[in-house]
C-alpha cells in the first residue's frame, strides 16, 4: 500500500479495504476540498485512472447500508444521463465508512452565474418521476416546516431574532397537511461547492450521499438560497415560478422553511455566530417574496 500526501488523515486498514474491494493498490495523492473527517482524497488506483475517495466515520448502525443506498440512486441516476461520478466501490471498517467515485478535473463552482443556475435547472429536470430508494425528503421537509422534527427543535431558544423567524415560519407551515408520495429522485444538497464546473459549463454533480425520493422541487429550493444577489436576483423569479408549478403555495412554503430553519440550524450547531443574522435576513426576504406569490 503506497501512501502519498497526508496519509495519516485516512486509517490504513480503510486504505487496505479499499485496496481489497477494488482490486488495485491505492496511492493517496492529495486532500480535496469538501468530505467529512478524513475527506476527499484523490487517490491513483495502479494501473488505472485516479479517483476520489471519501471515507467517514460510522455514525450509526445503519450507515453503510445509506451508502449503498446511494450508489444505487448514482447507478439509476447515471443511467438516465445525470452528471454524478461512477461509484467504484463502496466499502467499511470496524470505525468508518467509505466510498470511491471517478475523480472528475473540474472545480467547485465558486459562484452561481445565470448562466450555471440555468444548466442546473435542465439538470433537475432529469430527476423527474426517478425515484428509486423509499428515502423520502418531501415527508422529512413537511416535519422540518410544521416542528415534528427533533434536530431544529431548539433554535428559538438562541435569541429573540431567531424566535421571531422561527414563529413565522411555522404559522406559515401550521395548516399544510402531510405531502402526498413525491416520485422524483432527490440530490438534498445542491449548493455550489456540489457543482463541478469547467470553462462555464457544469460537468458533474457531487456529493450525493443523501439522495432519495420526493419532489425535485427541493433541489430548486436549495439552489434559490444560493442566488440571493445581483445579478441572479432575477434568476430568483424564475426558480420561484418553476417550484410553484410543481408543489404549489403550501408546498413551496414548506421547502423554503425547511431551508432556512436547516440553514440556521447548521450555523447554530457549530459556533459560527457571526453566520446567523445574515441567515435570518436571507429568511425573512424568502418568505416576503413567496407571500408576494400567493
Not at 434536530?151 to 423567524?165: H, Q, R, T
Not at 422541487?217 to 439552489?223: E, F, G, N, V
Request: hydrophobic share 45%; aromatic share 4%.
Amino acid at each position: 500500500m503506497n501512501q502519498g500526501t497526508h496519509p495519516e488523515e485516512l486509517p490504513a486498514e480503510v486504505l487496505d479495504d479499499v485496496a481489497s474491494v477494488v482490486g488495485a493498490e491505492v496511492t493517496l495523492l492529495s486532500r480535496l476540498p469538501g468530505g467529512v473527517n478524513a475527506g476527499a482524497m484523490r487517490v491513483q488506483l495502479a494501473g488505472r485512472a485516479n479517483a476520489v475517495l471519501k471515507a467517514e466515520p460510522r455514525a450509526h448502525p445503519n450507515h453503510l447500508d445509506e451508502t449503498l443506498r446511494a450508489q444505487r440512486v448514482v447507478e439509476h441516476m447515471r443511467r438516465r444521463g445525470y452528471p454524478t461520478p461512477a461509484w467504484l466501490g463502496v466499502g467499511a471498517t470496524a470505525t468508518h465508512v467509505w466510498h470511491l467515485m471517478d475523480f472528475v478535473d473540474a472545480a467547485p463552482a465558486p459562484e452561481l452565474t445565470p448562466s450555471l443556475v440555468e444548466q442546473l435547472m435542465e439538470i433537475i429536470e432529469l430527476q423527474a418521476g426517478q425515484a428509486s430508494e423509499p428515502y423520502d425528503h418531501w415527508s422529512y421537509a413537511w416535519q422540518v416546516a410544521t416542528g415534528q422534527e427533533s434536530a431544529v427543535a431548539g433554535l428559538s431558544e438562541y435569541s429573540s431574532v431567531v424566535s421571531a423567524l422561527v414563529e413565522r415560519l411555522r404559522l406559515v407551515c401550521a395548516d399544510v397537511p402531510p405531502p402526498r408520495e413525491a416520485p422524483d429522485m432527490v440530490h438534498a444538497d445542491l449548493n455550489p461547492s456540489n457543482v463541478l464546473v469547467r470553462d462555464g459549463a457544469v460537468v458533474a454533480v457531487v456529493d450525493i450521499e443523501n439522495a432519495g425520493s420526493g419532489t425535485r422541487a427541493t433541489d430548486l429550493t436549495t439552489l434559490q438560497w444560493h442566488t440571493f444577489q445581483d445579478p441572479l436576483d432575477g434568476v430568483r423569479k424564475q426558480l420561484w415560478t418553476r417550484i410553484l408549478a410543481l408543489v404549489g403555495w403550501e408546498g413551496a412554503a414548506v421547502l423554503a422553511a425547511t431551508q432556512i430553519l436547516l440553514q440556521l440550524e447548521w450555523p447554530i450547531r457549530h459556533g459560527r455566530h457571526d453566520v446567523v443574522q445574515g441567515v435570518v435576513k436571507r429568511g425573512h426576504r424568502a418568505l416576503d417574496e413567496l407571500n408576494a406569490l400567493r
